[in-house]
Every structure is written in C-alpha cells, then in structure tokens.
C-alpha cells in the first residue's frame, strides 16, 4: 500500500481558476434576464463559515476537518479537489488530503476509509469521483459513515432527504437550493423541469424541488434520453435544471420566455482559439438561451463554486454535531 498524507495549512497558496467577467456578461443581457452568480453567493458563504469557524477557534473548540481521498492522477479530480481543499484553506477549516495509487486494491481503499471513520479529529470524509473501474462507487459510498458523509451519497442520508428528514443534501443540488435561496427566486407552485436522472443531481433535485420547503413546492418533471418530445417538455418549465452532461444540449427553442435556467453541466470542449486547446461548454447553449431567460446560471462560475459552498457548510454541520450543537 503506498499513500500520502498531507495536511494543509491556512497559507497554502492553490492557483486561481479564471473567473467569469459576470458584469460584463450582465450588461450584455441586462434587460433580459439576471445572472445567478455563483462566485459571489460562495463567497458568501465561506465568509459566513469563516467567522463562525474564527469563533470556535476564540472559544478553544475544535475546527472543522475535512479528509479528501484521491486514488489516481485524473486531471479534472485534481482540480476538484485542489479547489475543496483551497475553499478549506480560505475558510480556517483543517483538511487532509490523502492521494492513493490508481491501482490500491478496493480492500485497502476501504480499509483507509474505516480508519478516517474510526478517527475523532475527522468530521467530513469526500472520495473524490470517479474511481479507477476496479473499484466500486458504491462499496466506496456505502462504507464512509453517514455522520461523515459530507457529500450526501450515503443511502441512510438519501432515505432521510427523501422522508424530508434533516441531513447531508449532496453538495450539488444543495447548492443550486442555496442559490436559489440567495436570490429569492421563487419555486412555490412552479413547474420544474429537471433533465438528467443521476443519483448525485437529477433524482435528488427532482425531490428536493417538490419537498414543501421555501426553496421547494414546484411540480416536478425528470426527463431523461428516452423522454419523449423532450423539447415540448422543457418548453412548459418555469425553471430548467439542466444535468445531463451533454454540451449546448438545451438550446432557445427548448425554454420558455421568462425561465430561470440551471445548467449543471461542465465539459471541456476542443478549441483551438484557447490556449489551453479547450473550452469549458455547459449543458445549455448560453448565448441563445440567455436571451429568454429571467434568471440563468453561466458556466464556468455558476453551480461549480456552489457545490463547493454546499460542502464546506455540510462539513461545519458535521463538526457542529460533533461539538454538541445538534444541527443534523
């Protein structure tokens, strides 16, 4: 077994990722719709987290600490958690990234698993997705305790979403909840059309979205590739939460004037015009679909840095628990 364990400090310095120029987008479709800023909504909250976590540091109390698993060297795993461990750095959080070879047996990587269980000084635990194809997802997810699955894919934390219990939502729907919150949109009685039924977004936003909660209470459709007139479909949703990983699939004809857009999707696409030789595309095609919109997520800067935020508060709760204040 070869692994490495590194513990960061508030001081480690990660590359910034480009930014979106959001005012310069916003002016752009200024009379048509309004940007969901998702930089500046998590930003936010981890100055939110940061006072708190300040606060617990005066008061002699333990500080959250987040335990990130990395098995491999996978580009876009690195950058994902490169970015939860610099949103751990930025707040005052304690994390530890431990990075495993890509071919560590699933026995071991499970083993490694129990012990951050077994360790009190751990309230949060992520594996980062996906796993080498020798391993199972679900073995992995099914063996991280579900008072330290931050991420919210444990079945114990999904049954509870689902009963409307409280829990650990899965960072990305919660944070797309969030951002709703943080601008008032309103879901009560609306028709959301959610495209994509994946464990980590579709189904738990379909659910989240028809709960009787204030970011809830829309009658819900969940399309998927054997949806039929799919178009028709989405053209009936007051708000689109798009999630199938497919480029510029939605495009103007698929969405309704006066629709609140959620695009989900991040792929990198061939582009020679970039230095980097690619582009990141959403799942909608944003310079059609902006237009018609009164709300829209842009991508990158939407509901990445979000799912981000949603993380970093289930970790406070985790450790919150763990202190004696009971929040989940």
Known sequence: MSFQIKYISRAAIFKQPPIPDILSITRCYLCAMELLDGQLVSRTIKEGLRLKV???TAEGKKVPHLAAVLVGNNGASETYVGAKVKACAEIGFKS????????ISENKLLNIIEDLNDDPDVDGILVQLPLPKHISDEKVINTIHPSKDVDGFHPVNVGK???GLPTFISATPHGILLMLEHYKINTKGKHAV???R???VGRPMSILLSSNTP???CTVTICHSHTHNLAEICRQGDIIVAALGKP???RADMVKEGAVVIDVGITRVPDSTKKSGFALKGDVKFDEVAPRCSYITPVPGG???MTIAALMKNTFLACEERNGVTLI
């Open 303 to 305: 509901v990445g840095p």
């Open 194 to 196: 959610v495209v994509g």
């Open 198 to 200: 994946s464990n980590i």
């Open 215 to 217: 970011t809830g209470n």
């Open 54 to 56: 300040a606060q617990l």
């Open 96 to 103: 530890t990234l431990l990075r495993l070879e890509d071919n």
């Open 248 to 250: 510029e699939f939605v």
């Open 161 to 163: 979403m689902v009963q």
